[in-house]
């Protein structure tokens, strides 16, 4: 594929029209860069649109003899300038303390196949009386392996640290497994959707997780990158016909429903086993088991609209997990955990009534922390789990925190969202051992529990 990039300038503001321009060797334009980082892109594939400032802060017009990338550049960008195509560009006008932007876009070679990302360069040279200044371009290009419409019919293993991009679909059929080692990448384009009739086993490592992103980089506006906007894919659904699934240091973000568990059978083994996993930012719940059970250990449910967790039937068991809802688009719809399904004598008949087992977890964020309503009398426990709202124990609560912070590193209003506990949380230390399962006895980054665990998914220091 031919290589192509756009970079316009166009005049930002207006002031009055000087009488001249000066001439001084001395007198320069300035940037609002150095180097245009332009960050992960996919090769053969054109990027966003990335942007600069160039200034005049002198009291004169500057005229910039020249635009054009050193050397003729490397084929991968292409200038426009006032909307007019080409390679290089002369006499651009910048009045007296005025500035103009410079908009980038490029689409990028083939980085060999390898399985890291490769810095690629450019660079691009101002001359400006008689004086050349330079603003350098630099992407990370990764190779992927795009499918459309992936059916998965048998056994099938991904290939270690390799990056795929689904554009509308990835099912796997019953009786077929779908195993995806440490590193791989799984990048869904707008509104894809992956469905697991059969098996799917994640095995990543806190070195190298799985990750199931988006497929979009950049910036939704200002400041807010796509990393932290949901609904740009539809998620994972485990379908009635699956069992038997299991994902390890598995990271799944910016989804419609994170993981949506539904199953109308009961099965010998849970439905789904979660180990260090992450699932945030979704515009519907981050997980969701609608008569499936769910066995999660060391994970994090966060940021969602719905609300963080909903359970309807079946026995589930969370350990060693963080709830936290900061949604930032939106106020949340429900509580952080919601519980349905106890009476068993309701119309479902032989579907078993919701169970479940909360132990040294962290809730916590809006929209309220547990579904209103009494647990007396049916086994739903919370055992040394910290809440934002505050309460007494009883015989589903036992050993609780009540109405207290647990210090996240997140900056909400800088869109930094870190759900690690910072020094002096009242969760550090405040775990009971006795509670740890063997799955916890590490966190998501690899940080050892030891004889004094904190509550929540992530491990302060290692003891």
């Known amino acids: 594929?031919?290589?192509?990039?756009?970079?316009?300038?166009?005049?930002?503001?207006?002031?009055?029209?000087?009488?001249?321009?000066?001439?001084?060797?001395?007198?320069?334009?300035?940037?609002?860069?150095?180097?245009?980082k332009m960050g992960l892109a996919f090769s053969e594939e054109g990027t966003p649109t990335h942007k600069f400032k160039v200034y005049n802060r002198h009291n004169k017009g500057l005229n910039i003899s020249k635009i054009a990338f050193r050397d003729g550049g490397t084929g991968s960008f292409r200038l426009n300038v006032d909307g007019i195509p080409g390679e290089a560009f002369e006499n651009v006008e910048i009045r007296a303390n005025d500035s103009i932007f410079v908009l980038v876009e490029a689409t990028l070679p083939s980085n060999g196949g390898k399985s890291t990302p490769l810095e690629y360069y450019d660079w691009l040279d101002f001359t400006t009386n008689g004086s050349t200044q330079t603003v350098v371009l630099q992407a990370d290009i990764i190779d992927v392996e795009r499918h459309h419409g992936w059916d998965v019919k048998s056994d099938l293993t991904l290939t270690?640290?390799?990056?795929?991009?689904?554009?509308?679909?990835?099912?796997?059929?019953?009786?077929?497994?779908?195993?995806?080692?440490?590193?791989?990448?799984?990048?869904?384009?707008?509104?894809?959707?992956m469905r697991v009739d059969g098996t799917?086993?994640?095995?990543?490592?806190?070195?190298?997780?799985?990750?199931?992103?988006?497929d979009r980089f950049g910036y939704v506006a200002s400041n807010i990158p796509y990393e932290i906007m949901s609904g740009q894919w539809s998620g994972i659904m485990f379908s009635c016909l699956s069992r038997s699934n299991k994902l390890a240091y598995a990271s799944i973000r910016n989804t419609v429903n994170g993981v949506l568990a539904d199953s109308l059978f009961l099965s010998p083994q849970p439905a789904l086993k979660m180990v260090n996993c992450q699932v945030r930012n979704s515009t519907g719940y981050a997980l969701q088991a609608l008569h499936s059970s769910v066995e999660a250990y060391g994970c994090e449910f966060a940021d969602a609209a719905f609300g963080c967790v909903g359970l309807a039937g079946e026995h589930h068991?969370?350990?060693?997990?963080?709830?936290?809802?900061?949604?930032l688009f939106a106020y949340p719809d429900g509580e952080i955990i919601q519980i349905y399904r106890l009476d068993p004598?309701?119309?479902?008949?032989?579907?078993?009534?919701?169970?479940?087992?909360?132990?040294?977890?962290?809730?916590?964020?809006?929209?309220?922390?547990i579904t209103p309503g009494s647990?007396?009398?049916?086994?739903?426990?919370?055992?040394?789990?910290?809440?934002?709202?505050?309460?007494?124990?009883?015989?589903?609560?036992?050993?609780?925190?009540?109405?207290?912070?647990?210090?996240?590193?997140?900056?909400?209003?800088?869109?930094?969202?870190?759900?690690?506990?910072?020094?002096?949380?009242?969760?550090?230390?405040?775990?009971?051992?006795?509670?740890?399962?063997?799955?916890?006895?590490?966190?998501?980054?690899?940080?050892t529990r030891g004889s004094s665990p904190d509550l929540g998914a992530y491990q302060s220091v290692a003891n």
């Not at 799917?200 to 988006?214: K, S």
């Not at 068991?317 to 949604?327: A, P, S």
């Open 317 to 327: 068991v969370f350990n060693h997990c963080t709830f936290v809802n900061q949604y």
């Open 1 to 36: 594929m031919a290589a192509t990039a756009t970079i316009m300038l166009a005049a930002a503001g207006a002031s009055c029209i000087e009488d001249g321009f000066t001439t001084s060797p001395a007198d320069q334009p300035t940037f609002s860069v150095d180097t245009l």
């Open 160 to 193: 270690t640290k390799a990056a795929y991009q689904i554009f509308d679909s990835l099912v796997v059929r019953p009786n077929a497994t779908l195993t995806i080692p440490q590193g791989v990448t799984m990048y869904f384009h707008d509104s894809a959707w």
């Open 375 to 447: 647990f007396d009398g049916y086994n739903v426990f919370f055992r040394y789990c910290s809440f934002s709202v505050a309460g007494t124990d009883d015989a589903n609560f036992i050993s609780c925190l009540w109405e207290t912070d647990p210090l996240f590193r997140t900056v909400r209003d800088e869109y930094y969202f870190d759900y690690r506990l910072k020094d002096g949380s009242p969760a550090i230390g405040a775990a009971a051992k006795a509670l740890t399962r063997p799955e916890t006895a590490t966190d998501f980054y690899g940080t």
């Open 345 to 369: 004598d309701d119309k479902y008949g032989a579907i078993k009534p919701t169970t479940a087992d909360f132990s040294n977890c962290i809730i916590w964020g809006n929209g309220g922390d």
């Open 200 to 214: 799917l086993i994640v095995e990543g490592t806190a070195e190298a997780p799985v990750n199931f992103i988006g």
